[in-house]
């Protein structure tokens, strides 16, 4: 008998950990090294996450049994102070969510909120999790476009231009992944009038916010607005390292007065998963007491921004490269020129280096964006190694090409 998928997951991609990934898997399964910079994970490059971490083993008999449906109340008080001093106001700690992770809580946020066919505005390039997440909602992800030439900032008239009465929420993600753009305040400013305009919810993707870099200021986009319903995601993966900690949460804010229906459903999803990790939320408190945590390493002499520095000068130094430099997070977008290069396929292009080089980046329509010419960097290996990495990417580009 043959066992087929559901036909809810047509459609559905996550390039970042597809057949690229299983590929490199299979290779390094033959002994074959592969330096992996696909994925944003801090610890498996060497940093070390905070010292407090260690004390959860003597939390064990406080965190063994399920918390609240919505999280913890020390953990849940901790977040909304922390969000309150980035000017969001009112915050409400019953409409604060933990989550096993961001990841969890945008697919159940989505759920809670799409019938089939309700469009959700989407950035182009996105954070794929957020289109995959859609479309298993029912819903479709319009992806409107970020301007590489305006520092990879949203083009407003191109989201006013798709907004159409199907349209429910518009997603923003700031800093943003891939690209590591910091929006400005005009920008988001825009966004929530339109926002406001066309009565929509939105969704700000904030898991960055504390990696800036050059003097740049994360602005939350719920605190420009306190009458506009936004619900802020974030979480201690990043800025503290804890990826495999799964410590993420959602703050919804704004005139809610016409979000019980929805809030009622985002407390159903939530109670049917009984609660997030309970040792995940114990940290959350201590963590946010320590917001800058990386500090130290986003900094001229920092290693986060060394590598930054090492990365940007290295990819523009390669013939037919080119990049804007990233201002937050861990990633950047190359842009291929794909007339001089003579690449006409993005994912074959990754799929040739890492048979070739044993190099594993993600292409660049797996962040949904429109044309074969970017691939995602992650910059989080050490010098030596990002050195070694644009060598042998550089020795690449030199001979490959596809037409």
């Not at 610890?43 to 939390?59: I, K, M, R, V």
């Not at 407003?156 to 800093?175: E, F, G, H, L, Q």
């Not at 080119?322 to 794909?338: E, Q, R």
Request: glycine content about 6%; aromatic content about 8%.
């Amino acid at each position: 008998m043959e066992i087929k998928r559901s036909n809810k997951l047509h459609d559905v991609r996550y390039d970042i950990r597809g057949p690229i990934t299983t590929l490199a898997i299979q290779m390094e399964q033959q002994g074959i090294p592969v330096i992996k910079l696909n994925t944003g994970n801090p610890a498996a490059f060497g940093f070390e996450p905070p010292h407090y971490a260690n004390s959860l083993d003597t939390q064990l008999q406080l965190t063994a049994a399920y918390s609240d449906a919505k999280g913890l109340i020390e953990a849940r008080e901790a977040i909304a102070a922390y969000e309150s001093s980035k000017g969001i106001r009112n915050i409400d700690i019953e409409n604060i969510f933990t989550g096993n992770g961001v990841s969890e809580l945008i697919t159940m946020s989505l759920q809670a909120l799409l019938d089939n066919g309700d469009e959700v505005l989407v950035p182009s390039p996105d954070y794929p999790l957020w289109t995959a997440a859609i479309r298993l909602a029912g819903g479709t992800a319009v992806h409107y476009i970020c301007d590489e030439s305006a520092h990879w900032f949203p083009d407003i008239a191109d989201i006013r231009r798709k907004i159409t009465s199907r349209t429910k929420a518009i997603v923003v993600i700031n800093p943003n992944n891939p690209t590591g753009a910091v929006y400005p305040k005009d920008i988001l400013e825009s966004i929530c009038a339109l926002a406001q305009q066309h009565n929509l919810l939105i969704f700000s993707d904030e898991i960055y916010d504390r990696l800036l870099m050059d003097d740049s200021k994360h602005i939350a986009t719920a605190s420009l607005d306190p009458d506009l319903p936004v619900i802020t995601m974030n979480g201690l993966s990043k800025s503290h390292q804890l990826c495999g900690f799964r410590a993420g949460w959602m703050v919804i804010s704004g005139d809610l007065s016409q979000a019980g229906n929805y809030l009622d459903g985002l407390t159903i999803l939530a109670s049917m998963r009984l609660c997030s990790n309970v040792n995940a939320q114990a940290i959350i408190p201590e963590a946010l007491a320590d917001p800058h945590f990386a500090r130290n390493t986003l900094v001229p002499g920092g290693r986060l921004y060394e590598q930054r520095e090492q990365a940007y000068a290295g990819l523009n130094n390669i013939p037919g490269l080119s990049v804007v430099k990233s201002k937050a997070g861990l990633y950047m977008f190359p842009k291929i020129d794909t007339h001089m290069l003579r690449i006409n396929d993005d994912e074959r292009f990754v799929l040739d280096l890492l048979r070739e080089k044993h190099v594993l980046f993600t292409h660049g329509s797996g962040y949904n964006w429109h044309a074969p010419d970017h691939f995602r960097v992650v910059y989080l290996p050490e010098k030596e190694v990002l050195a070694n990495v644009i060598e042998r990417l550089a020795d690449f580009l030199s001979s490959y090409r596809q037409y």
